[in-house]
């Protein structure tokens, strides 16, 4: 088991240009996530899909669009990068979206370092 | 905005003292809650959830739940250098929210 795969592992765009962050779970895990994470700021959740044709805004969705693929697949896209979205990039997958239990425990892939000059 | 407040640190113990971290969160519908370990360029690694109010304990973790008060902690036991990193507690409510991380350092 591979667990939660992104690709690439480091980018550097130009202002403007586009680009897609590819992520796969081979956990057969209903929900997914994106995150971004800034120094001192802490993971900030930019989109979500709880199950498979879901996809539903977080707390920074701006700039970025998302595309849930199948259930093993969610990928990120910047129309067109800007300075402020360099960062950090992890994907996450849960079983579950909610609840009290352990299926909602969520685990990340190892990350996307982006840089936009 | 749900906010989860952790001391940035860092915190400083030495080797096989007990490292305590400690988290603060806002929405009382909260139900998850969660330590993360995020070494300097990795990925976050789950360690602990817990559920209900009370102690669970793993190994050299605890983990302590306070839901009158909203509070979470972390308790590391004989703690070692391979614990230096940094802590993130998660909460779950309607969604997941993060604190900005405790970085501890374990001193030999």
């Known amino acids: 088991n591979a667990g939660v795969t992104q690709t690439p592992k480091f980018q550097v765009l130009k202002t403007g240009q586009s680009m897609t962050l590819q992520c796969a779970q081979d956990m057969n895990h209903n929900s997914m996530y994106w995150y971004r994470q800034d120094p001192g700021m802490g993971l900030r959740l930019i989109y979500y899909?709880?199950?498979?044709?879901?996809?539903d805004k977080g707390e920074v969705p701006n700039g970025y669009n998302v595309s849930r693929l199948n259930k093993r697949e969610f990928s990120l896209r910047l129309e067109s990068a800007a300075p402020s979205q360099t960062s950090v990039y992890f994907c996450?997958?849960?079983?579950?979206?909610?609840?009290?239990?352990?299926?909602?425990?969520?685990?990340f892939g190892p990350g996307t370092r982006l840089t936009v000059l | 905005q749900k906010e989860v407040e952790q001391n940035s640190g860092p915190l400083s113990v030495p080797e096989g003292a007990i490292a305590s971290l400690n988290c603060t969160y806002s929405?009382?519908?909260?139900?998850?809650f969660f330590w993360y370990r995020q070494y300097s360029g990795k990925s976050p690694e789950l360690i602990m959830s817990?559920?209900?109010?009370g102690d669970k304990e793993d190994g050299r973790f605890t983990a302590q739940l306070n839901k009158a008060s909203q509070y979470v902690s972390l308790l590391i036991r004989d703690s070692q250098p391979s614990d230096s990193a940094t802590y993130l507690c998660a909460v779950l409510g309607q969604n997941f929210v993060f604190g900005p991380g405790t970085r501890l350092s374990v001193l030999p």
């Open positions: 929405d009382r519908g909260s139900q998850s």
């Open positions: 899909s709880a199950s498979e044709g879901t996809t």
């Open positions: 996450a997958s849960s079983e579950a979206p909610s609840g009290m239990s352990s299926y909602n425990e969520q685990f």
């Open positions: 817990i559920y209900s109010n």
